[in-house]
């Protein structure tokens, strides 16, 4: 057998790279793990994290304007944006010391530097001082994405910003426009109006956050009314005018028009970062800028593996890292792994909170699948009315005998009430299995609790349905 530098080599440091180099150093491997910007990748250092430390003390800002309705008496309430960004700075750098000291503990070999692929067993790592050379027996890809950017004219221009740029904003501009209604475009809406600045949305589709249960979309969209955010649908964007001022045109049922704001926020998606990393040296089939793997994580490639972004699954965090634990014992050969993409949970860090997994009622329509649905309103919660964040919705998807198919979350801490319908869905449960377990009271959790209740006709914290 030849000898090599290292039994695997892991090419980026994200959430899928840097927990499937732990992964593979916990299965006996020999492993380094490449990045050539900060451990943790986008998510801990230009995503995730950094903008729900920044929702975070958005939520608080808001809970102390509104305190005195609980009898708390606080004064006049400021927010002093440079401290917000400190306190989310220093949330980014502790994650990223703890993920060096768990490569480290794990004894995995940090290779700082541009990684670039020369053959199937040869990497090269650039770090702006020299080359060095590494080879390996496996090989996986993990290098994630960057904010896309179309060719709008004038995206280039001053005060024009991805989510990379305005997440290291220590300063907070005084309005905004954000070209892009998803889910990243939205979130940084609720932020920036929560704190209590114009914003401006321009989507190009009829609705904003496609894919996302229309009526969930209908409640939020109300939310972000009383916000006082401008939320424009079925516009094309065409120019931006950049500067201390930014004008965005677009067109509008024919019509040519323009938005204005201190910055313009471009959140239209996100593209693959597999350019210039030596693919096509190992000629990986590609399918555009993504590459094509297997159910086992595997490339065309044999001793290659590809995970996260770059593949064109489904760009989250979590999604990447399952990927990463499949492709480690793949390659390690401990097990035979596949992938499951049928049971993801999608998180929205909006206020309140939207979270949802399985099929939705358009995917069951589309589908021709016969379903029946349990819902409950949030407003009937206890919990979710102290918490004085009350409009929302629980609803669960099921076949007629109880089979739960899917279900979707507008609540307080949704995102964290998810993961149980998640493990339902995943073991195959039912609407039985939901509602015959005892919910904690009072809690926001007793939305699902009554939804499957609700599903089977007996929701008593409801009015009856008509017949």
Do not use: W
């Not at 990497?123 to 896309?148: C, H, M, N, Q, R």
């Not at 950049?242 to 004008?247: I, L, P, S």
């Not at 989250?316 to 014992?329: C, E, I, K």
């Amino acid at each position: 057998m030849a000898e090599y530098s290292f039994d695997i080599i892991v090419l980026g440091g994200g959430p899928g790279g840097y927990e499937c180099a732990i992964r593979c150093a916990q299965y006996g491997k020999k492993v380094a793990l490449v990045e050539a910007r900060d451990l943790g990748g986008t998510c801990l250092n230009r995503g995730c994290i950094p903008t729900k430390a920044l929702l975070h003390g958005a939520e608080i800002y808001e809970t102390a304007k509104n305190a005195a309705d609980c009898g708390v008496m606080t004064g006049e309430v400021g927010l002093d944006f440079a401290k917000l960004a400190e306190y989310k700075d220093g949330i980014v750098a502790k994650l990223r010391s703890g993920v060096a000291g768990l490569e480290k503990a794990h004894g995995v070999k940090v290779i700082k530097g541009f990684g670039k692929v020369v053959d199937e067993h040869t990497l090269t790592v650039a770090d702006g001082e020299g080359e060095e050379t590494f080879t390996f027996d496996k090989l996986i890809l993990a290098t994630g994405s960057s904010p896309a950017r179309p060719p709008i004219p004038g995206i280039d221009g001053q005060n024009v910003v991805t989510s990379d740029e305005i997440l290291s904003m220590t300063e907070l501009p005084e309005s905004f426009v954000i070209i892009g209604g998803g889910v990243i475009g939205i979130e940084f809406a609720t932020l920036f109006a929560t704190l209590g600045k114009p914003v401006t949305v321009i989507e190009m589709m009829p609705s904003i956050m496609p894919g996302v249960d229309p009526d969930i979309v209908r409640l939020i969209s109300r939310v972000l009314k009383k916000k006082k955010v401008s939320v424009i649908n079925n516009a094309k964007v065409t120019g931006i005018e950049g500067g201390e001022n930014v004008t965005v045109r677009y067109e509008l049922n024919g019509a040519e028009k323009t938005a204005e704001g201190a910055c313009c926020v471009v959140s239209v998606g996100r593209r693959a970062m597999t350019a210039n990393i030596g693919l096509e040296n190992l000629g990986i089939e590609m399918n555009r800028a993504f590459v094509v793997i297997d159910e086992h994580c595997r490339t065309n490639v044999p001793n290659v593996y590809a995970i996260g972004d770059i593949t064109g699954k489904i760009q989250l965090a979590h999604v990447a890292s399952a990927q990463g634990f499949v492709a480690a014992a793949n390659a390690c050969e401990v097990k035979e792994e596949v992938m499951d993409y049928s049971v993801v949970p999608s998180c929205i860090y909006t206020s309140p909170e939207i979270a949802f997994v399985g099929l939705s009622e358009e995917k069951c329509k589309a589908q021709e699948i016969e379903y029946k649905v349990g819902s409950f309103n949030v407003a009937g919660n206890g919990r979710a009315m102290i918490m004085g964040d009350a409009l929302g919705t629980a609803k669960l998807i099921a076949t007629p005998d109880g089979k739960l198919l899917g279900a979707q979350l507008m609540a307080p801490r949704a995102t964290d009430m998810i993961a149980e319908l998640a493990a339902v869905l995943k073991m195959g449960g039912t609407i039985e299995d939901i509602s015959s377990t005892i919910h904690p009271h009072p809690t926001v959790s007793e939305s699902v609790y009554e939804a499957a209740h609700d599903f089977e006709g007996l929701c008593c914290h409801a009015l009856p349905k008509k017949k």
